[in-house]
């Protein structure tokens, strides 16, 4: 069994277009990770026709920077993940302040792929409120 069927195959994220003009696609770990940073980036409402997807974390853009809304936006990620990629386990969440910049967040998910067992980690930076 190949990769590709273990782990899926669909359009790549962010949609690029390939040298013969067709949309490019991704599969096996990497399409896990493109899907797990569209989820992330993702506004509920956002999708027509499955409104409810997505993190919602443009909700936290005005939010302080503070233990409380790290807290949340954790509580955020793991549910929506849990929802939207059932390819995954979340084992960790880990949101923090960058040292050098007071305004945003650091976010890094470590993850297991159901399929394989292998560990993966994803980060992002969300831009918060202040402290």
Do not use: K
């Not at 997807?53 to 302080?64: I, K, S, T, V």
């Not at 929802?83 to 040292?99: A, K, N």
């Amino acid at each position: 069994m190949n990769a590709d069927h273990l782990l899926g195959r669909s359009l790549a994220w962010p949609l690029t277009i390939t040298p013969d003009g067709r949309l490019a696609r991704s599969s096996g770990e990497d399409n896990i990770r493109e899907n797990v940073r569209l989820i992330l980036a993702t506004n509920r409402g956002e999708r027509v026709g499955v409104p409810e997807f997505g993190a919602g974390l443009e909700q936290f853009l005005f939010e302080p920077n503070t233990i409380t809304t790290h807290q949340l936006i954790r509580g955020r990620v793991e549910q929506s993940l849990a929802r939207w990629e059932p390819r995954i386990r979340v084992s960790q969440v880990d949101v923090d302040v960058l040292p050098d910049d007071p305004f945003a967040a650091r976010v890094t998910i470590t993850y297991s792929l159901v399929a394989t067992g292998r560990q993966e980690r994803v980060g992002l930076t969300l831009t918060l409120g202040g402290s």
